[in-house]
């Protein structure tokens, strides 16, 4: 009787391994199972022009590392998208120098679309439709020519600024941020998680050394 019950403790002993051993290795697996961040198509200013067949206004025109990056999201087509382009052009020999473009196409791409949802999220500025633009830390829901004076205003106050704002870089703060608090959260539940299947496994051990205690008292009192 005492050979037999030895077995089953010895292999409840032996599950209760194998959990923690299951639970350790799906919590190492974890952190390994996240998106990937996509490889998204762009244009700058200048194929953004001939893609709407505007005729570019580019002489003196070239992109540097201290403008700041015009982000627009845009539709194929979009009328209104190419009244902002065609503003944008015009401007150029005034305002060329203070910034470059950054165009996502969203109506035939879907990986541009969903970036566009992040960005309206991140912003906090609705996704009412393209175009969509963001210069520093403003955001234009739209476009007319009403928007011209504040969008002068938004490119040189932006150039301006000694520290300047770049919604793609803190979007991308953002995510390793939350990364990095997810791994750190993974790591805390992992070890609590390991320090609480142990404390079971001993538990039960003891547990186990206890009733086999017993068994050999009431196998010596029947002798």
């Keep these: 009787m005492k050979k037999n019950y030895l077995e089953v403790l010895n292999l409840s002993s032996l599950i209760m391994t194998i959990l923690v051993l299951i639970i350790v290795f799906c919590f190492f697996m974890m952190p390994f199972v996240v998106k990937a961040s996509g490889n998204y198509k762009t244009m700058d200013l200048k194929a953004s022009l001939k893609d709407e067949g505007i005729e570019p206004n580019l002489d003196n025109y070239k992109e540097t590392d201290d403008q700041i990056t015009i982000y627009l999201f845009s539709g194929k087509g979009c009328g209104v998208c190419r009244n902002f382009l065609t503003f944008l052009n015009s401007i150029v020999p005034e305002y060329g120098k203070y910034f470059k473009l950054v165009s996502y196409e969203t109506w035939n791409d879907a990986q541009n679309k969903e970036l566009l949802n992040k960005v309206a ?69 992992l070890l609590f998680n390991i320090l609480g299947s142990g404390a079971v496994i001993l538990y039960v051990h003891f547990s186990n050394k206890k009733i086999l205690a017993r068994l050999e008292k009431l196998e010596l009192k029947r002798k």
Excluded: H, R
């Excluded at 002068?152 to 939350?178: G, L, R």
């Design 121 to 189: 999220l991140f912003t906090g500025v609705p996704n009412e439709g393209v175009p969509y633009i963001v210069i520093g830390d403003e955001v234009f829901g739209g476009y007319y020519s009403g928007y011209d004076e504040d969008i002068k205003k938004a490119i040189t106050t932006e150039y301006n600024k000694k520290v300047k704002y770049d919604i793609m870089e803190e979007m991308s703060k953002d995510e390793k941020d939350n990364k990095e608090t997810s791994s750190s959260n993974i790591g805390w539940n």
